[in-house]
């Protein structure tokens, strides 16, 4: 079975720039996450949806960043403008539905570099 | 104060020792609890799930102190394939499937 897909997985911008990250996630999960991963941290929520609805998006920077799952299947999650602060991993993760013994798998992650 | 705090190590460790991992959660509504796996410059992965009544998988043991609001994670007979950082993981009720991470324990095995 297919895992979770992330492209592009390596990104280097300047600040200010904008940039885009795409998820496909495991066929049939309706449950789709992003989280950021700063260096010497551990992975935090951004936003979660469930098929083409947003679940939760309570720490994600609304002024900065977007995500949308149009057709309830792949996601994309930009940023506009960059910050220096946004240097990190995004991961996209899925899983079969939302409740916390649902699995969450994760994709290998976009390492974004802001200079 | 962090929702989930883990003492960020590197633990250092001979092969075939045994080492502990700590991590506390400061809500105590906080509803399921996990340890997660994360190789480097790899995504995390699942390592358990972690149980009042404690849990077993082969070298690892997992338990939970709900009144000490604690996790821990024991692995016995480390390997050098176990080398990773290690992540502790609350979830909090009505909050579906969002995972609360802590920082992580940072584990090298050597030979």
């Known amino acids: 079975e297919a895992g979770v897909a992330q492209s592009p997985r390596y990104k280097i911008i300047e600040k200010r720039q904008s940039v885009a990250f795409w998820c496909n996630p495991i066929?049939?999960?309706?449950?789709l996450y992003w989280y950021q991963q700063i260096l010497g941290q551990g992975p935090k929520l951004l936003i979660q949806f469930q098929n083409n609805g947003v679940v939760d998006d309570s720490q994600l920077p609304k002024d900065r960043f977007s995500a949308e799952r149009l057709k309830g299947v792949d996601s994309t999650l930009k940023i506009q403008p960059a910050k220096l602060e946004d240097s990190a991993v995004y991961l996209c993760a899925s899983s079969v539905g939302q409740g916390p013994f649902n699995e969450q798998f994760f994709g290998p992650g976009t390492r974004l570099t802001v200079l | 104060r962090k929702e989930v705090e883990q003492d960020p190590g590197p633990f250092n460790v001979p092969e075939g020792a045994t080492v502990a991992f700590n991590c506390t959660y400061s809500?105590?509504?906080?509803?399921?609890f996990f340890w997660y796996r994360q190789d480097c410059r790899k995504e995390p992965k699942l390592l358990m799930s972690v149980y009042s009544s404690g849990n077993e998988d082969g070298r690892f043991t997992a338990q939970l102190n709900r009144a000490s609001q604690y996790i821990s994670l024991l692995i016995r007979d480390s390997k050098l394939s176990d080398s990773a950082t290690y992540l502790c993981v609350v979830t909090r009720p009505n909050q579906g499937g969002k995972l609360i991470f802590g920082q992580g324990t940072e584990l090298s095995v050597k030979p």
């Open positions: 809500n105590s509504a906080s509803q399921s």
């Open positions: 066929s049939g999960h309706a449950t």
